[in-house]
């Protein structure tokens, strides 16, 4: 019996330590109905997932590598609940999918399908990013604040972060043969968080967005779309500039940002699109369990290749109430009048269809669960 616990210890000394390691699941399940003003010139009644937090599964885990280094990564998942199908254009991991590493004192470094500077950065400071979803995005979610689109072939690097302050820059490889530039992207962004306060800045710089980013919102050359992306068809590139800051008081929260899009060579022409658009909202605590919140955005347009003038105000409202730590009920109010010629166009990703008029008005009713 001595010399079984002779060798066993023997064997347990001699064996090497294995690192620790973790893998977590996680979801959402974000299903409602949602009522629609004029959808393409009529009322419309659906059934909507994944209109506020976009339903999800996903794997994410590290391993100690040792010295504080970690191994690191992230499988996202989008799909509708209602009937199955994938999300993101029908992808597998359409949401996110990266591996990398990380390490206290010099930061992360990782690489796949990830979320662009804009979304890191600028996207926390909107009211649609505080857990309601693309049915608040500003107009069509033109500059990218509600992540309609990934970027693919990205490598991305952030900084620890240092007396409040983190850094981050991006770049994704076009991957086009004799075209080193093509279907590139670069990104950069920057916060500051400390207490209550929170100030962020992106930067996103990408080239031949319709053909780089199919998930997105781009229409062809010559569609007779006069929502918001009717005006820029397949640009050379889209640059995003923005700035934004939330500051927590007690059972409140207020926000505000803005962001300049551009689109160069929009609509088969030389000339650009710029899109500008101004935000701010606030959430309050009735209770513990009943939260309500309100915002506006205004988006205004100036396209130099016909000088039209298109724009776009905003009106948002919001209310969930908890059932539980996972479980909530919400409740979302959108009413947009557009001008200049342009139809109203709320995210299309969620009502469906730009209106055939200046109006248009959704409303989304629906149940949420987290795991």
Same mark, same amino acid.
């Given at each position: ?60 885990? &590290? ?13 996202? !998942? ?9 999300? %993101?254009? *029908?992808?597998?991991? *359409?949401?996110?999918?990266?591996? @990398? ?15 662009? &500077? /804009? ?22 979610? /033109? ?11 990205? $490598? ?19 991957? $086009? ?8 992207? /670069? =990104?950069?962004?920057?916060?500051? =968080?400390?207490?209550?306060? +929170?100030?962020?800045? *992106? +930067? ?12 997105? !919102? ?11 992306? @009717? ?15 939330? +500051? ?18 929009? !609509? ?36 130099? +290749? ?31 009048? =557009? ?14 269809? %730009? ?17």
């Amino acid at each position: 019996m001595k010399k079984v616990v002779v060798y066993i210890l023997a064997g347990l000394i001699a064996s090497p330590a294995f690192a620790q390691s973790s893998v977590t699941l996680y979801g959402i399940v974000d299903n409602g109905i949602t009522y629609v003003s004029n959808s393409g010139g009529k009322s419309l009644w659906e059934a909507a997932s994944g209109t506020n937090l976009g339903s999800r599964w996903g794997l994410k885990g &590290s391993e100690e590598l040792g010295g504080g280094l970690k191994a690191i990564f992230i499988l996202e !998942n989008g799909f509708n609940s209602y009937n199955g199908k994938l999300g %993101q254009g *029908g992808l597998e991991f *359409g949401r996110q999918a990266w591996v @990398g590493l990380s390490h206290p004192l010099a930061g992360k470094l990782t690489m796949g399908r990830q979320y662009d &500077s /804009i979304v890191d950065y600028v996207g926390p400071t909107t009211l649609n990013l505080q857990s309601w979803g693309g049915i608040l995005a500003h107009a069509n979610d /033109i500059d990218n604040t509600n992540d309609a689109f990934r970027v693919n072939n990205s $490598v991305k690097y952030v900084s620890p972060t240092m007396g409040g302050f983190t850094v981050s820059g991006m770049y994704a490889f076009g991957g $086009v043969a004799g075209q080193f530039g093509r279907n590139s992207t /670069i =990104a950069g962004g920057a916060s500051y =968080a400390m207490g209550n306060l +929170y100030v962020a800045a *992106g +930067y996103l710089f990408a080239r031949n967005p319709g053909t780089q980013f199919p998930d997105g !919102n781009f229409v062809k050359n010559g569609s007779t779309n006069v929502g918001v992306f @009717g005006y820029v068809g397949q640009p050379a590139s889209e640059q995003v500039i923005g700035a934004g800051t939330t +500051y927590r008081m007690g059972r409140a929260i207020v926000g505000a940002n803005y962001t300049n899009t551009r689109f160069a060579e929009a !609509n088969g022409t030389t000339s650009t699109v710029i899109f500008d658009s101004y935000e701010v909202w606030s959430m309050y605590n009735i209770t513990p369990a009943l939260l309500v919140g309100g915002g506006y955005n205004f988006v205004s347009g100036s396209v130099h +290749y016909d000088d039209a003038k298109p724009k776009y105000h905003q009106i948002n409202l919001v209310m969930s109430y908890a059932l539980s730590k996972r479980t909530d009920l919400v409740l979302n109010t959108v009413v947009q009048h =557009a001008a200049g010629g342009a139809h109203a166009d709320i995210y299309n990703g969620v009502v469906a269809q %730009q209106s055939s008029g200046v109006n248009q008005v959704a409303v989304h009713a629906g149940l949420r669960h987290r795991f």
